[in-house]
Structure formats: C-alpha cells, structure tokens
C-alpha cells in the first residue's frame, strides 16, 4: 500500500525550529540597572560604615503596601518628591542630610552637596513587587531628574546629552546612594 515519506519530516520541524529562535528577539531590558559591591578582601573585617540618622532616608514597605517615608505615611507618587527634596537639601534643613561643600574638578569650583545622604528601602516578605517596583521606579527618577536640571542649569541642555566628564562631575554631586535593607517578616501592618 502506497503512502507518504514522512522520514524527513522531524528534520524539516528541527530546521524550522531553529530558524525561528534565531530569527526572533527577545525584550532583555527588563528590570533594575543595579551595580552590586565588590565582596570585602578580608571576611573577618566586618568594618561597618556609620551613617548619622539625619543622612538616611528609611522607606518601609509593609505587608498590605503601605509606604513609610521617615515617620510619615506615604503613597509612591510622594516617593519621587521627598527623595528629590532629601538629596537636595536646598535649604540646608537640620533635619535632612548635612550638606558640604565639594570640589567638582570639571567645573573647577567648589558645590554644596549632600555626599553622606543614604535612602534605605525595607521591604516587608509580603510586599507586592509592583509596589516595589514602583518605589524603586521612583527613586531612580528622582536621582535622574535632579541630573537633568543641574545640567540644564550648568551645561544648558539635558544630561542624556552631556558628555563623558559632564556627567561623571553630575554624577559626583548627585550620586546614587540605595540602600536595600533585607526584607523582615513584620507579620502586621506598619
């Protein structure tokens, strides 16, 4: 009885197979650009930074998603403000973080920056990852809008078209200092 070759079939569908998964991409730009530490030299010296509290910025996230920034209550859309305005300390508030004059080499001056400013960000096991996400979002939008304006400010136009030593001096009077705490298992609301 007559019927169909069907021997190199398995081979067409591996062939095709293979075609596809070279021929399609895949979106890799997901998640948090994030530098981690080196690990220290000497696993005995366990030397731990001390940081004055008026240089943290405590963000909790608890169980149910509500926000703590400091002692206040908060939603994620606060989140990009009250980091702004911690980082900045235009006002040289005692109760944000002591602000010092620093000597940027590029610009050849000395500006006041708050170099010591930590925000820390605790979350609860609970909490959603979108929530955290959000304030992740937040706070990198913070760090980028106060880039943009000090290079619209100095150099006239945004800091994506700065130059190499542009924004390696912005860089060195806004740095990004995120501290990610471990997350607690809080059991209640904050």
Do not use: W
Request: charged share 30%.
């Amino acid at each position: 009885m007559p019927g169909l070759n069907t021997s190199s079939t398995a081979d067409i569908s591996f062939m095709l197979l293979i075609f596809f998964l070279t021929t399609t991409s895949m979106d890799t730009d997901a998640g948090l650009a994030r530098t981690l530490p080196k690990p220290p030299e000497d696993e005995n010296n366990t030397n731990e930074m001390k940081v004055k509290e008026r240089n943290i910025l405590n963000i909790r996230i608890n169980k149910d998603n509500y926000l703590l920034i400091g002692s206040d209550y908060a939603s994620t859309e606060d989140v990009k403000e009250r980091a702004k305005e911690f980082i900045k300390n235009e006002k040289n508030d005692p109760n944000l973080p002591e602000v010092v004059g620093k000597k940027i080499k590029y610009l050849g001056r000395v500006v006041p920056v708050t170099e010591n400013h930590v925000i820390s960000v605790q979350t609860d096991r609970g909490t959603d990852y979108g929530v955290y996400i959000a304030v992740q979002d937040a706070l990198i939008q913070a760090y980028n809008e106060l880039r943009d304006e000090f290079a619209m400010a100095e150099f006239h136009h945004h800091f994506e078209f700065c130059n190499d030593d542009e924004k390696k001096a912005i860089r060195e009077i806004y740095p990004q200092k995120i501290s990610e705490a471990e997350p607690k298992k809080y059991g209640q609301s904050l």
